[in-house]
């Protein structure tokens, strides 16, 4: 069959100071046995010997381009060559991983023949710094439900149709960690998914990748976004398996996720003292994003020197833009509110009346506190961040 019989893949890698092993990918795509690709490197403005590697490359063989450029990270990397693809079917190879022979040419005839699949993966070698396998991914036919549980797709080995890729708007630039496995999640939702036991691609895990040094502080917070984002759900076993972050430890995960992403909803005032002590009645205005409306407010109180059970009960009475929202009852020295907030509103306003008149013993920095208890933490919390804490708050 003719080169120009054959569908065009384009092979997209998203690049930053990985001259190292960035010579080893091109290599491993240029050298496939399918002879109608083009590989595009978008760089990020790389300062070590990348720049150089991708010169040479872009003058002797015409199936290379590249763009260096400072940009927003990996995932816009992956959409500006979305943009600058002119291919049918997609690769995405990152700049320290590698193609094994024939694995473009398994891909196509795989696509070809399954003309309702979306996109195809297959498995992966894991190699170490050096090139070395060491073990494998546990990869496995991908669909709605068994992605619910597990990424079981390994990113190098996937091809996606460019249509499909397209269709759910590239991946999600507000990710920096599992922008894959949320692009998985969407497109096993409208198409189907197909596997190759065969081995395609290596998967390399070194010291500086991010595996090995973002998982707990950039991975976790972005899968379990993905997840209630997706699902509207966390699955069990995540959260058995990170109990860390069951009860308050979540505050810290959902401290995390917000810090990861620029359209929480934020606090705009709030008459809390500088000691976090609470006046008798608490004002908090809190705006949000269009697309990332604010659906709790979640308010971590603390009554001071109090025995784990309240000698007397009080109660908290929450006000949303003037209405009444929800009346609570405190009865332990450590609480959580969630006060439920008008999500048609991109601007709320909410005061948190005490019948508790308890006065701290120790000096304060204010002068005379009568609201009854600490409000240690007061966060906004958007749909899908409500729904992890909800799911670690047992």
């Not at 010169?55 to 992956?78: L, T």
């Not at 090139?131 to 990424?151: M, R």
């Amino acid at each position: 069959m003719s080169r120009s019989a054959l569908p065009l893949v384009s092979v997209i890698t998203p690049s930053y100071n990985q001259g190292k092993f960035i010579r080893e990918t091109i290599d491993s795509i240029l050298s496939q046995d399918y002879p109608n690709l083009e590989h595009i490197v978008v760089d990020g403005g790389s300062t070590d010997e990348t720049v150089s590697i991708l010169q040479e490359y872009a003058s002797k063989d015409p199936r290379f381009r590249y763009v260096s450029e400072p940009d927003n990270g990996q995932s816009h990397a992956i959409n500006k060559g979305l943009a600058m693809a002119r291919g049918e079917i997609i690769g995405w190879l990152n700049s320290d991983d590698t193609y094994l022979p024939g694995a473009v040419r398994k891909a196509v005839q795989y696509l070809q023949s399954q003309p309702a699949c979306g996109m195809v993966h297959g498995q992966c070698e894991v190699i170490d710094e050096a090139g070395v396998p060491f073990s494998t991914f546990a990869s496995e036919k991908a669909d709605a439900q068994n992605l619910y549980q597990s990424c079981v797709v390994c990113q190098p080995s996937a091809f996606i149709r460019t249509h499909v890729f397209r269709q759910m708007g590239g991946v999600d630039e507000k990710l920096n960690f599992c922008m894959d496995y949320d692009l998985w999640m969407r497109i096993a939702k409208v198409h189907t998914i197909g596997f190759i036991p065969d081995f395609l691609a290596n998967t390399r895990l070194h010291g500086s990748c991010k595996s090995a040094t973002q998982w707990h502080s950039v991975g976790v917070p972005e899968v379990l976004r993905s997840l209630a984002k997706n699902y509207s759900s966390i699955p069990s076993h995540w959260v058995s398996h990170l109990s860390q972050y069951r009860s308050m430890g979540v505050i810290d995960l959902l401290r995390q996720l917000k810090t990861l992403r620029s359209n929480s909803s934020r606090i705009t005032g709030m008459n809390r003292y500088r000691d976090l002590w609470a006046p008798p009645i608490l004002r908090v205005t809190l705006e949000s994003e269009s697309t990332a409306r604010a659906q709790l407010l979640l308010v971590k109180g603390k009554v001071p020197g109090a025995p784990m059970q309240l000698p007397k009960a009080f109660s908290l009475t929450a006000l949303v833009n003037g209405r009444l929202a929800k009346t609570f009852t405190v009865t332990k020295a450590q609480f959580a509110l969630e006060i439920p907030l008008d999500t048609a509103n991109q601007v709320n306003r909410i005061d948190l009346a005490s019948t508790s008149m308890i006065q701290p013993a120790v000096p304060q920095i204010d002068g005379l506190r009568v609201g009854g208890y600490l409000a240690e933490e007061v966060l906004p919390l958007n749909h899908e961040e409500a729904i992890i804490y909800q799911a670690f708050r047992q």
